[in-house]
């Protein structure tokens, strides 16, 4: 049962909260090469377009195009033969003709997409994996953001931070060139992992006709795939396996295969592989939408430095994947934030936005804060960060400010005196503002201090934007005895606060 407002609610003076003059706006000039998605036949159109000019007009209009976009983009001439490849691919038709017409049907089929021209927002932020070179009392970290473009497509960038020895954050310049990673096609699978997801998306609580058939008959097909794949194993192999069995089965089987193997399709295209070049800067990488299930963007990444028993580190975010319909979360997984992995979260109580994953274990599971209902908040255990089947309800809304909904604002924070959860309350016309409550350090499941007033709401200057009156953040951290809280204003821009510790644990009831 969630804790008594009146019991926690805050007994002192609000603390202060310095507003950082640090202010990161949307800019449209940062742009990445995406490929032109057109139908088969118009595709094919251009291409035969192309294919009936002169070499000499080719040359021309190719060199043109370099003039025009070369010194845009780190390496135009790879993404346009790229792009080639891959209309190829999808008219069936063989490589060939000259490598400048080659380029310069690659280009017709590119174009810029400025990844944050609408918005950048919805920040959170970390401790950097590399400190060489920072002096004491100082920290580098990683600050992540929603970036939103044309179509409201959502993703994820970065930027370099330092924290002073006073808390001041400075933002590190931008690199030049913005690009998005190389999605690895052929990632190995954990063969008991990928099934257990399988067996969650078929065998669900609500079954329909086809997922009814497949209980009936499923796990004999399963075990027919299974027994032929080793315990790693890569999307080609499944595929040649599925196809395989589907060639020997009855007729009536066959619906049941092609229905399998979509699911299977669905799930490799959901849990997959990403790399960003070495030379890249990190202010350069843009983890844009790939696989079907976030075609409408990555939404809200909860970035937290995960700390094993071991003593073994490494990052996970959660995010929400929107398909233009449906909302499915995802976490992602890194050690450099050059190379991550991208997995579904399963299990009964997965679908559901903002979850936030403890940075550590708990009693040797991990923990999770979530909002299953859309209006309260809950904590979840789990042997398996990819699977979440339990919750109990943590916080319910109690406050004038956050009656409509709560929610989490990253990652609980660890302090000696509890766990510091940051989160957001909506209100009266909508109005979001950022709370704090702190829980137990032994039992997060008992709310032991919480402030009855919003530690942070929209100010008069931050009101305005493409959705007003809305301050959020995806986490923040602790330096120096202060908490960096990095927040977004009204869905348009983001700005940080520090706000002093000790000041925030009396008003909680904790000093």
Same mark, same amino acid.
């Given at each position: 049962m969630p804790a008594s407002s009146t019991q926690h609610a805050s007994r002192s003076v609000h603390p202060?909260?310095?507003?950082?003059?640090v202010r990161l706006n949307p800019d449209s000039s940062r742009v990445i090469p995406r490929m032109l998605v057109l139908s088969q036949q118009r595709s094919q159109n251009i291409v035969d377009r192309i294919q009936a000019l002169s070499e000499e007009r080719v040359r021309e209009i190719l060199s043109q195009v370099e003039e025009d976009f070369g010194q845009r983009h780190k390496s135009i001439r790879e993404t346009f033969l790229s792009h080639y490849q891959r209309v190829c691919s999808l008219l069936g038709m063989k490589q060939g003709a000259s490598e400048e017409r080659n380029l310069l049907i690659g280009a017709y089929l590119t174009m810029e997409y400025s990844v944050e021209s609408t918005a950048l927002f919805n920040p959170s932020i970390v401790q950097h994996p590399d400190q060489t070179g920072v002096r004491e009392n100082q920290l580098r970290t990683i600050i992540s953001l929603r970036a939103v473009g044309e179509g409201h497509i959502s993703s994820i960038v970065f930027r370099n931070a330092l924290i002073d020895e006073g808390? %001041?954050?400075?933002?590190e310049s931008r690199g030049q060139f913005p690009a998005t990673a190389r999605v690895i096609p052929d990632r190995h699978y954990d063969k008991h992992? =990928? =099934?257990l997801k399988l067996f969650d998306m078929t065998f669900s609580d609500n079954p329909s006709a086809i997922d009814n058939a497949l209980r009936d008959a499923g796990q004999e097909i399963v075990q027919g795939i299974t027994t032929r794949l080793n315990d790693r194993f890569t999307s080609r192999e499944l595929m040649a396996v599925i196809q395989d069995n589907q060639?020997? +089965?009855?007729?009536? /089987?066959?619906? &049941? =295969?092609?229905?399998? @193997? /979509? /699911?299977?399709? &669905?799930?490799?295209r959901? %849990? #997959? @592989?990403?790399h960003f070049d070495e030379d890249s800067a990190l202010s350069e990488r843009v983890i844009f939408p790939v696989s079907p299930s976030e075609a409408n963007g990555i939404e809200d990444a909860r970035f *937290? /430095? =995960?700390?094993?028993d071991d003593g073994s580190c490494r990052y996970y975010a959660t995010y929400t994947a929107y398909d233009g319909d449906h909302i499915l979360t995802q976490l992602l997984e890194t050690e450099d934030f050059r190379k991550f992995k991208v997995h579904t979260i399963n299990g009964k109580f997965s679908q559901s936005k903002g979850m936030a994953l403890f940075p550590r274990r708990i009693k040797g599971k991990y923990a999770m804060i979530s909002r299953i209902d859309g209006e309260k908040l809950y904590l979840m255990y789990s042997d398996n960060p990819h699977f979440w089947g339990s919750a109990e309800r943590l916080k319910i809304p109690m406050f004038y400010w956050e009656l409509t909904q709560i929610g989490n604002c990253g990652s609980p924070i660890e302090t000696e005196k509890g766990w510091l959860l940051l989160t957001h309350g909506v209100g009266p016309m909508r109005k979001y503002s950022i709370g704090v409550v702190l829980l137990d350090l032994k039992d997060p499941s008992k709310i032991i201090g919480q402030l009855s007033e919003p530690l942070l709401s929209p100010a008069q200057d931050e009101r305005e934007g #493409? *959705?007003? %009156?809305?301050?959020y953040s995806c986490g923040g951290l602790i330096h120096n005895n202060e908490l960096? *809280?990095? #927040? +977004? *204003?009204s869905d348009t821009a983001s700005r940080i606060a520090s706000i002093p510790m000790d000041e925030l644990l009396e008003a909680l009831g904790a000093r």
């Open positions: 202060t909260v310095r507003k950082q003059p808390n %001041n954050v400075d933002i992992l =990928f =099934f060639a020997a +089965a009855p007729g009536e /089987r066959h619906d &049941l =295969f092609e229905e399998l @193997e /979509r /699911r299977m399709i &669905l799930l490799t959901s %849990n #997959y @592989e990403i *937290v /430095r =995960f700390v094993d #493409y *959705v007003p %009156n809305v301050v960096i *809280v990095p #927040y +977004a *204003v």
